[in-house]
């Protein structure tokens, strides 16, 4: 079965880079702390309303950003524990719960999630690469559109892709390079050093990763042992 346009005809992500290890966790603390920042600074303001005797009109507006801003908080650690994190001990995950994880963090996107994963369970490596490239998808959508993760067994591998379509659909240069395994040379750390993480573990677990970008389609595409 074929979900994705041949492998070989889209960008190889092959190329090395020699970058310290301190300085890509440093950047990965980063990037959890910049999109965990906005809904724990709106959980506070929330609480600040309902501390003000003088904003007691505003308290159900306040419970509802509190609330929302809560929810958000709790799926982005949950999803960023799999994707970034060690996850306990887990060394196999159920798709089922990947894509609860993945639907979670797309609840607050503008881009839709569609999730056809046609295996049971997959190898940790699988997993990081299915929410990596499943988020990497929704902001490549940064106006909106249907992000659909596929995902199959073949042979002794896991072949996955995500397609991103959608209006004004993109591919940052950074995203790019970090999945060629380049150094960033300009934009931001917080999109080059989550594909630079794609491409630093797929490889290791003796995988391939690329990507390819048209006229408002992006697709991610990952083959890992399964």
């Known amino acids: 079965m074929q979900i994705a ?96 994880l993945a639907q979670g963090a797309f609840s607050h996107m503008r881009a839709g999630l569609a999730w056809a994963v046609d295996v049971p369970a997959v190898t940790k490596p699988a997993a990081r690469t299915l929410l990596n490239l499943a988020q990497m998808g929704g902001a490549a959508l940064p106006t909106g559109g249907l992000a659909t993760v596929r995902a199959v067994q073949e042979g002794e591998s896991i072949v996955i892709a995500v397609e991103a379509v959608g209006a004004r659909a993109r591919l940052r240069p950074e995203v790019l390079a970090g999945l060629q395994g380049h150094a960033l040379g300009e934009g931001m750390h917080g999109n080059w050093v989550q594909a630079y993480y794609v491409h630093l573990f797929v490889a290791d677990a003796g995988g391939r990763v690329f990507a390819d970008v048209q006229d408002e389609r992006v697709v991610f595409a990952a083959t890992v042992p399964a």
């Open 5 to 100: 346009p041949k492998l070989d005809a889209m960008t190889d992500t092959t190329a090395p880079a020699v970058i310290r290890p301190a300085e890509i966790a440093a950047y990965l603390a980063a990037r959890m702390c910049h999109d965990f920042i906005s809904p724990a600074s709106a959980i506070a303001s929330g609480l600040d309303l309902l501390d003000d005797p003088s904003a007691q009109d505003m308290r159900e507006e306040a419970m509802g950003l509190i609330a929302s801003s809560s929810k958000k908080l709790a799926d982005l650690l949950s999803f960023c524990r799999v994707a970034f994190g060690a996850s306990a001990s887990a060394e196999t995950f159920d798709a089922r719960e990947l894509e609860k």
